[in-house]
Nanobody
């Protein structure tokens, strides 16, 4: 089992920055990848960014590329999402996800992640 707890969401004006964190606990040594997804009201949960736990290789949705940065601290078992140049359309509940399933080469599909956090609200005002 892997437990995930997000923190750091909040309200920010358009153009501003915000950072969210995801602290992991439990069988973290079995984690192959971590991802951030988001879900706006009335919309499907969508991929934002992911990171391979061992190599640190990162992946981003086109909509956030160049504005968001995912990173990890192996010692703290924590994943971060730094969000810059925020837009009102970035408003959503942001979810952290972990994958303990090996040999999966895609990183943007929510069905390949088997543990999820409770989510944290990010609101960007115009």
């Amino acid at each position: 089992q892997v437990q995930l707890v997000e923190s750091g969401g909040g309200l920010v004006q358009a153009g501003g920055s915000l950072s969210v964190s995801c602290a992991t606990s439990g069988r973290t040594f079995s984690t192959y990848a971590m991802g951030w997804f988001r879900q706006a009201p009335g919309k499907e949960r969508e991929f934002v960014a992911a990171i391979r736990w061992s190599s640190g290789t990162t992946y981003y949705a086109d909509s956030v590329k160049g504005r968001f940065t995912i990173s990890r601290d192996n010692a703290k078992n924590t994943v971060y999402l730094q969000m810059n140049s925020l837009k009102p359309e970035d408003t959503a509940v942001y979810y952290c996800a972990a994958r303990t399933i090996p040999y999966v080469s895609t990183y943007d599909s929510r069905t390949t992640y088997n543990y999820w956090g409770q989510g944290t609200q990010v609101t960007v005002s115009s």
